[in-house]
Structure formats: C-alpha cells, structure tokens
C-alpha cells in the first residue's frame, strides 16, 4: 500500500506540474500584446519555414508554444503544421551594436554620489577627483558587459558587427563570427567626444541591411544627440525599412521620451538605467529577447510556382480574438505589407509608425529566385531529355554502323 501511495502521490504532483505549465503558457498567451513574423524561408518550397517572437505587452517573450497554439493561413486558407520549436538553435542572428563613447561614459553620478546626494570623491590638491576605490566607470562597464553579450550567441552560426560614436561615427567592424576581432574592437573604446547618436544608429542599421536572418539593432547611450546630420525619423523609417527592431539602453540623463518612442515605432525595447553598474543584467535580458525566436514549418497545399504572391497569416487562438495576428504578403516588387491587430485595446500608433506597413523583407524569398527555378527545372528536364535521345541515337547508329559492317563482310 505505500508503493501504491507513493506512486498515486507523485501522479498528483505531475498531473498538477502539468497543469500549471499548461495554465501558465495560456496566460502569458492571452496577456500575450504582440506576434511579429522575422523571416519567412522558402528556398524548399513548397516547404515554408516562418520564424516569429511572441511577447507579452511588457516584451517579456511567451514559452511553451506549440502547435496547439498557433494558426497559419495562406491565401485565407488554414494550413497543417508539421512543426514548432525554438529555432535560436538553426537560425543565424545577426546584432549591430552600437555603443557610445563619448567624453560623459567617463563618469557616473549614481557612483559617484551617495542616495543623499553627498559626493563619494574627493578633489586633490592638483584639482584633480579622486574616485572611490570600488568605481568603475561607465565605459568599463560597458565594455564587460558587452563582451559577456557577444559571448552568449553561438558565433559559429551568428554574426555581431559593431559601431562606436562619439563627435562622429567610428569606422564599424563590419559583421563577423570571429570573437577576437570583436572582443580587441570592444576594448578599444575610448571615452571622448560627443554624442552622434543617430548617425551612430544609421551606421549600425546600414550593418545589417543585407542580412538574411533574425536581426537587431542593440544601442547604448547615456547622452541626448547633440552632432549627428541625421534624425529620429531618420532612425525610424531606416529601421522599419529594413525590418529591424532596435532595442536602446538609455544610461544617466537621455531622452527616455524619445528613444522609447524609436523602440516602439521598431518593435523593439527601451531600457533604462541610472547607473553602469546594471548594464550586465540589461543586455543578458535583451540576449533573451534577441534569440527567444521561434520556428513554424508547413506545406503549402499550393505548389503552383507561378503565383509569386502569397500571403501568409500567423496567429494564436489560445483564446478567441485575443492574440494579434501578423500578416505578409509576398508580392513582385519584393515588399511585404505586415499588419499588426490589438483586438483586446485600442492602441494608438503614433504617426512615426504610419509607415510601418512598408517593410523590405530581405529575407523573404525573391520573386526572381522562385522564377529561375522553376527554369531551371524545366531546363534540367530538357537537358536530360535531350540526352536521352542524343545517346539513342548514337546507339542505333553504332548498331546499324556494325550491322552493315557485318554483311559486307558476310558476302565477301
């Protein structure tokens, strides 16, 4: 009777654990603000792999998807999944980051002054502060925690390009998997200048502009934009062009206004911060978020290659009309139109996103690919066709060639 006892105990507890795994995921799902479709491969058509992120409205990512979760159409009509997984593991990630140096990543007021407001240092007889023994500047941090961020992807498959900006923009380390290259470019920052902040963005966005992959741009700054030629909206429409969402931690005295409003228009995340001495614990978050990317596979029950123009709709129906729904349409100039629905709330989208509905999809699949190959489809059939009957030919030749051979001879 104990063994019995014991056995029906731990079934409880596992049926419970399931429960509360199985009720967790369709919470997060029905609080669940936003779906955002990354990348749709169709190179095995009619094979077609979707990489999307879930999130909550506070851009935690939702775990635990399934095909129990998710829908997808195509064209208006509800395809069969085959599969969702996690895709950070097979899809590569690409991250331009952009990093401040400018003369402020010098010093830190939450270090250097205590929660009252006293001073921490102390001034020399030569003028000169005198730092607490246990400061670090600004900089330094960010170069440590910056590393530990490169470190956590996986640069056999991932690429990481980076831009510094101080007065003006740094010549950026164009995107690479080697990790001393870019550890040596990381400590090489200097702590001078002003803040180029936009022409520092445009530079890292331009990083990323022929990527195929799952993108992003992740910026630090502890300073407003007082000398770059470019502006907000310069950022925003670049940014959404490109299909990248742009994750900004704002440190000490930034626009919080202003960058959040970048992140949003993006559908990327705002961070903030006060002192250096949290930029670890910021960017292991945004690492998360980065590749916290899932993987839908279907068939398409179309396999007519001449309809270039596709449109592809991925929700969740974890509960009726709560979840948004993504759309991408494939069309012949090579645009998506991606709409994003909150049929809980009514959110107000700022005129910055207005023209959010226009997307390059770089990683969506061409029309001309899907052209050539059908061609050259058609063109290996009748290459081999051709071939065939060419070697008939010479076949029945030789014969008739060693048969007439044979009755000369025969009659000689």
């Known amino acids: 009777m104990k063994t019995l006892s014991q056995i029906m105990v731990s079934a409880c507890i596992i049926t419970c654990l399931t429960a509360n795994a199985q009720t967790s995921t369709k919470t997060a799902l029905r609080e669940a603000g936003k779906i955002h479709i990354l990348n749709i491969d169709a190179?095995?058509?009619?094979?077609?792999?979707?990489?999307?992120?879930?999130?909550?409205?506070?851009?935690?990512?939702?775990?635990?998807l399934s095909e129990k979760n998710i829908r997808?159409?195509?064209?208006?009509?509800?395809?069969?999944?085959?599969?969702?997984?996690?895709?950070?593991?097979?899809?590569?990630?690409?991250?331009?980051?952009?990093?401040?140096?400018?003369?402020?990543?010098?010093?830190?007021?939450?270090?250097?002054?205590?929660?009252?407001?006293?001073?921490?240092?102390?001034?020399?007889k030569?003028?000169?502060?005198?730092?607490?023994?246990?400061?670090?500047?600004?900089?330094?941090?960010?170069?440590?925690?910056?590393?530990?961020?490169?470190?956590?992807?996986?640069?056999?498959?991932?690429?990481?390009?980076l831009t510094g900006f101080g007065t003006t923009v740094d010549k950026p380390l164009a995107l690479t998997h080697n990790e001393n290259i870019i550890i040596k470019?990381?400590?090489?920052?200097?702590?001078?200048?002003?803040?180029?902040?936009?022409?520092?963005?445009?530079?890292?966005?331009e990083q990323l502009k022929n990527a195929y992959g799952i993108k992003a741009l992740v910026v630090l700054t502890d300073g407003q934009d007082n000398t770059s030629k470019s502006t907000q909206n310069d950022v925003i429409e670049k940014a959404v062009s490109e299909n990248i969402p742009v994750y900004i931690i704002?440190?000490?005295?930034?626009?919080?206004?202003?960058?959040?409003?970048?992140?949003?228009?993006?559908?990327?995340?705002?961070?903030?911060?006060?002192?250096?001495t949290s930029l670890e614990s910021?960017?292991?978050?945004?690492?998360?978020?980065?590749?916290?990317?899932?993987?839908?596979?279907?068939v398409s029950e179309n396999t007519d290659k001449t309809q270039i123009a596709r449109t592809i709709l991925l929700s969740s129906f974890a509960k009726k009309n709560v979840m948004d729904e993504a759309k991408y349409t494939i069309s012949t100039s090579d645009v998506a139109s991606?709409?994003?629905?909150?049929?809980?709330?009514?959110?107000?989208?700022?005129?910055?996103?207005?023209?959010?509905?226009?997307?390059n999809v770089a990683g969506l699949p061409k029309v001309k690919m899907l052209q050539s190959s059908a061609i050259n489809n058609e063109m290996d059939i009748f290459w081999i066709l051709g071939n065939i009957i060419l070697a008939g030919f010479i076949a029945t030749a030789i014969l008739f060639y060693k048969k007439k051979k044979a009755e000369r001879n025969y009659s000689i």
């Open 43 to 64: 190179h095995a058509f009619p094979k077609i792999s979707v990489s999307f992120k879930a999130e909550q409205q506070n851009g935690v990512p939702v775990w635990g």
């Open 72 to 124: 997808i159409s195509e064209d208006g009509k509800q395809q069969l999944i085959s599969e969702v997984k996690p895709s950070a593991g097979s899809v590569p990630v690409f991250v331009s980051l952009v990093v401040d140096h400018s003369g402020s990543m010098d010093e830190d007021h939450a270090q250097l002054y205590d929660k009252e407001g006293k001073p921490r240092f102390t001034i020399d």
């Open 126 to 161: 030569d003028d000169n502060m005198v730092v607490p023994n246990d400061y670090t500047s600004p900089i330094d941090n960010a170069k440590s925690a910056i590393k530990q961020f490169t470190s956590s992807f996986d640069t056999q498959k991932d690429f990481i390009s």
């Open 185 to 205: 470019s990381i400590s090489d920052l200097e702590a001078i200048g002003k803040t180029a902040l936009y022409d520092g963005m445009m530079t890292g966005i």
């Open 250 to 276: 704002g440190l000490g005295d930034v626009g919080k206004s202003t960058l959040s409003e970048i992140c949003t228009a993006t559908n990327g995340q705002f961070f903030y911060t006060s002192s250096s």
């Open 282 to 298: 910021i960017y292991t978050t945004i690492s998360q978020r980065v590749q916290a990317i899932y993987q839908v596979e279907y």
């Open 338 to 359: 991606l709409n994003i629905s909150h049929p809980d709330n009514n959110i107000q989208k700022s005129e910055n996103t207005a023209n959010k509905n226009l997307l």
